[in-house]
């Protein structure tokens, strides 16, 4: 039966049992039910259309009989930005009245978020019935009163029902549908999968599948056949897989969502990258991308469970995302954070970071082992002193030439979109003065902008924009993280006090003499006094360390390993850090797991 002609007889039947069930009629006599019955008018909305928008006038209320309303908020009044969603409106439930009441105009969007049938009682209807039954009035106040007293508290809603949707006849969707079923059913309890057979079935029976499972999948036909349409009004988020080794650009079945001109909402995408054998190859991913049209990019190999494991985590908001703070050579304790974290079977979905933080997180986010982040850091950092190509300081002390090799060897033609998971850092820019989040663009360049500490290592400049060390405004980007609302957020700080020190017999700085001295004939040794390289790099910090608390607060589980008796130029204390790294993540984790369900932890 299709939606759009439900049959006159289940839809009255499904209006009376919401009747029942909605606090303004439910106290009603059977006669003045009826009478009210009688007055009300069927609305059919596919999923996605609105039912009003925000700054209408109000002239009517409305029963939902079936299907599922979301009620969204604009910020500012600006249609441009994505509406914030508020509520969901389930059957049984009435919409509209508040504004009606108040004679104002629409507070908020409503829109259908699922095919649904909604019936609408106009405002003469809705006079007469409370002029005839004045004691439905209390019962109606209640429910505004206590809908009030909850507030209009911002969240994000973590999707339930997925379509997915193959980019063409070879993209083995049916494979990978069951594999991502079984991968859910790890997070819920029940697991449903529709094909196509199910496109007859009436709305109710849609809502009951939901109503029934953890989560819902809407296995898609690769064309825009009547049943895709339908996977794609019923879904919270839109799946689409295709190969990763086809170099053509994605083209999608989205005729019915871009069809649909002023939607109050547009619903997720995301796009599968399916891999056989092997890891995306540099430079290939961002040619097949249809830019800014998904909310995130995922590879996944069909060989490596925990590929599709990671995918069902971050698509439902179940992931774990681990940010590293920047802090020169103590940001080594990132590797142990990491080796404990794998070895207590914590996942690492996502990571991000900031300056030395960010360097370590793209190893992770390439899918490099303990092992290897151990021997690639170790032979880069500790075998040579990354700050010992002296220049003429005339824009920096360094020509940061060491480091420009140290990150093309790493990572060669590498873009961020070729990480295996999803990656961003942070670089500050001195041009616009803001805190710049990077997840596009060649990785190695990035990573360069980001340690790139005022005075000690050149600015890079891209696009006629000037980028430094993003310690400079952000050295613990946890709420970039924390904004995505893909699941828990760990922190790893790294506190940068008593980053200025001197030789227990220094009691002066040295001269000028002295210091070229040095420079010339133990220039791989760290200085025993406060050099002008430790006080840019503990300058560069200030800043951002004065937000601390704030970012700090924003972290589900917040580890910051006591590093303070490690310099921040020290690359010989590459062991101690990491051992300070993995012990104090550990003992974390011991915390978290007999600490109460949702208690947010402090370790230092």
């Not at 006090?497 to 001197?502: C, D, F, N, W």
């Amino acid at each position: 039966m299709s939606l759009l002609a439900p049959s006159e007889d289940t839809a009255r039947l499904r209006l009376r049992h919401a009747l029942q069930r909605a606090p303004l009629f439910a106290d009603l006599d059977s006669h003045s039910m009826a009478a009210v019955e009688r007055e009300m008018s069927l609305n059919s909305l596919p999923g996605g259309a609105p039912l009003f928008r925000q700054g209408e006038p109000a002239d009517a209320v409305y029963v939902v009989a079936s299907g599922c309303l979301g009620v969204f908020r604009h910020e500012d009044d600006d249609s441009t930005e994505e509406p914030i969603l508020m509520a969901e409106i389930p059957p049984g439930n009435i919409v509209g009245e508040m504004s009606l009441l108040s004679h104002t105009q629409r507070t908020r969007s409503v829109a259908a978020l699922r095919d649904s049938e909604v019936w609408r009682l106009g405002r003469t209807s809705f006079d007469r019935l409370t002029t005839l039954h004045p004691e439905v009035l209390p019962t109606l106040m209640r429910s505004v009163a206590m809908r009030n007293a909850l507030g209009p508290a911002k969240r994000r809603r973590a999707p339930r029902t997925f379509a997915i949707l193959p980019a063409g006849h070879d993209v083995p969707s049916a494979r990978f549908a069951v594999m991502l079923s079984s991968a859910l059913g790890h997070i819920g309890s029940q697991v449903q999968m529709l094909g196509p057979d199910s496109v007859d079935q009436e709305p109710e029976w849609f809502a009951r599948c939901e109503t029934e499972s953890s989560f819902v999948l809407y296995r898609a036909d690769p064309t825009a056949t009547p049943w895709t349409e339908l996977c794609l009004r019923q879904a919270d988020c839109l799946v689409v897989v295709r190969m990763a080794d086809d170099d053509t650009p994605t083209r999608l079945p989205f005729e019915i969502e871009t069809a649909q001109s002023g939607a109050v909402f547009h619903r997720r995408r995301e796009l599968v990258l399916l891999h056989e054998g092997r890891d995306p190859a540099a430079g290939s991913t961002s040619p097949i991308l249809a830019g800014g049209l998904y909310g995130q990019h995922h590879h996944v190999r069909l060989d490596i469970p925990a590929d599709i494991d990671r995918l069902a985590r971050l698509l439902t908001g179940h992931s774990v995302g681990v940010v590293m703070a920047g802090g020169g050579a103590r940001a080594f304790t990132h590797i142990g954070v990491i080796k404990a974290l794998r070895q207590s079977g914590v996942p690492v979905d996502q990571v991000g970071g900031t300056s030395m933080g960010a360097i370590v997180a793209a190893g992770v986010a390439s899918r490099w082992s303990d092992e290897e982040l151990t021997q690639r850091f170790r032979a880069a950092f500790v075998a040579t002193n990354p700050l010992s190509d002296y220049t003429l300081p005339l824009i920096s002390l360094f020509t940061g030439r060491h480091v420009t090799r140290l990150l093309r060897t790493a990572f060669g033609d590498k873009e961020i979109e070729d990480l295996v998971l999803p990656f961003y850092c942070v670089t500050a820019n001195l041009t616009t003065s803001n805190a710049d989040i990077h997840t596009v663009g060649r990785l190695w360049r990035r990573l360069r902008a980001s340690v790139a500490i005022p005075g000690v290592i050149p600015p890079f400049n891209e696009a006629g924009e000037v980028h430094v060390d993003g310690g400079v405004i952000d050295n613990f980007p946890v709420r970039a993280m924390r904004r995505q609302g893909r699941g828990m957020t760990i922190g790893v700080d790294i506190d940068t006090g008593g980053a200025l020190a001197a030789g227990a017999d220094v009691s002066e700085p040295w001269s000028a003499w002295q210091f070229f001295r040095r420079m010339l004939w133990k220039r791989n040794e760290t200085l025993p006094i406060p050099s002008i390289v430790r006080i840019l790099l503990r300058s560069a910090l200030v800043a951002s360390a004065s937000r601390a608390a704030e970012d700090r607060a924003a972290a589900d589980l917040l580890i910051v390993p006591p590093m303070n008796h490690i310099d921040l130029l020290d690359w010989t204390s590459f062991d101690t850090a990491v051992e300070v790294g993995y012990r104090t993540t550990m003992e974390a984790l011991d915390k978290a797991r007999a600490a109460p369900a949702g208690a947010r932890l402090f370790v230092a």
